[in-house]
């Protein structure tokens, strides 16, 4: 299995996954013809997308599903709930609930907890090797915390630094309140937290994901998780908004 977050934050998130013979996003927060684009700057075309699993229909995480689903063969895999409140045609589409299979690939859905109608978080297997993709959640179930633990692959939201967010005059109280708040982002702590205790030897690769550019630096960021989870040989990357990372090998 193959990873690259092709862009991650407010102003748009989507991540690409591929096994031997699945190829999937996760969220088209860009508008097509971007994601287009980014898909092939890694090689990949974008007729070959076979699904799309969508986190929630907040605009930074559906911007280019539309659009996407009708040009290209790509499935939109969504709640009946994420449907509605979507509130547009897509041409090709399946409701899930905990379980889907697209050939070589399982995806588990997570329920998260934001201020949207519906939102879930994702484990992708393939060849018993797992990925977590989490963002967007003012917390994390305690229910789902045995399912989370020991994978190869985190992508976990660290979305702000506390004090810089309460601090950011250019925030007022109630959406600050709203960010910290059990329906709103995970900060740097709450990321560092969970990740401390989901961790084990299987796990490789953590990205931190959605940072936020206001309220929040990469520097910042890692810093918290390390000094949580003290040295091991854990491989940590920061997931950007302008530009993808590498394709990581899981």
Request: charged letters at 30%; a negative charge.
């Given at each position: 299995?193959r990873?690259?977050?092709?862009?991650?934050?407010?102003k748009?998130?989507?991540?690409?996954?591929?096994t031997?013979?699945t190829?999937?996003?996760?969220?088209?927060?860009?508008?097509?013809l971007?994601?287009?684009?980014k898909l092939?700057?890694?090689?990949?075309d974008p007729?070959?997308?076979e699904g799309?699993?969508?986190?929630?229909?907040?605009?930074?995480h559906?911007?280019?599903?539309?659009v996407?689903?009708k040009?290209?063969k790509a499935?939109?895999?969504?709640t009946?709930?994420?449907?509605k409140?979507?509130?547009?045609?897509?041409?090709?589409y399946e409701f899930?609930?905990?379980?889907?299979i697209i050939?070589?690939?399982?995806?588990?859905?997570?329920?998260?907890?934001h201020?949207?109608?519906?939102?879930?978080g994702?484990?992708?297997?393939n060849?018993?090797?797992?990925?977590?993709?989490?963002?967007?959640?003012?917390?994390i179930?305690i229910?789902?915390?045995?399912?989370?633990?020991?994978?190869?692959?985190?992508?976990?939201?660290?979305?702000?630094d506390?004090?810089?967010?309460?601090?950011?005059p250019?925030?007022p109280?109630?959406?600050?309140?709203?960010?910290?708040g059990?329906?709103?982002h995970l900060?740097?702590k709450?990321?560092?937290y969970?990740?401390?205790?989901?961790?084990?030897?299987?796990?490789k690769?953590?990205?931190?994901?959605?940072?936020?550019?206001?309220?929040?630096?990469?520097?910042?960021?890692?810093k918290?998780?390390?000094d949580?989870?003290?040295?091991n040989?854990?491989?940590?990357?920061?997931?950007y908004?302008?530009?993808?990372?590498?394709?990581?090998?899981v």
């Amino acid at each position: 299995m193959r990873v690259c977050v092709l862009a991650s934050g407010s102003k748009g998130n989507c991540c690409y996954i591929e096994t031997k013979q699945t190829k999937i996003l996760i969220d088209i927060g860009l508008n097509s013809l971007t994601t287009e684009r980014k898909l092939k700057e890694i090689n990949v075309d974008p007729d070959e997308i076979e699904g799309i699993f969508i986190t929630h229909t907040h605009k930074d995480h559906v911007e280019g599903l539309r659009v996407f689903n009708k040009k290209h063969k790509a499935k939109a895999y969504l709640t009946e709930i994420m449907y509605k409140e979507l509130n547009q045609e897509l041409k090709n589409y399946e409701f899930i609930n905990d379980k889907t299979i697209i050939k070589d690939i399982t995806v588990t859905a997570i329920k998260t907890s934001h201020d949207a109608e519906d939102s879930n978080g994702y484990i992708i297997e393939n060849e018993e090797k797992e990925v977590v993709y989490i963002t967007d959640t003012g917390y994390i179930n305690i229910k789902n915390h045995k399912l989370l633990k020991n994978k190869n692959m985190y992508i976990l939201e660290s979305n702000h630094d506390v004090e810089m967010l309460m601090n950011n005059p250019n925030y007022p109280y109630h959406i600050k309140q709203r960010i910290l708040g059990d329906k709103g982002h995970l900060s740097n702590k709450d990321s560092s937290y969970y990740l401390k205790k989901f961790i084990g030897d299987n796990t490789k690769h953590i990205i931190l994901a959605h940072l936020s550019e206001h309220n929040n630096t990469d520097e910042l960021a890692l810093k918290t998780l390390k000094d949580t989870i003290g040295d091991n040989n854990i491989d940590i990357t920061v997931a950007y908004q302008e530009k993808q990372t590498e394709l990581i090998e899981v």
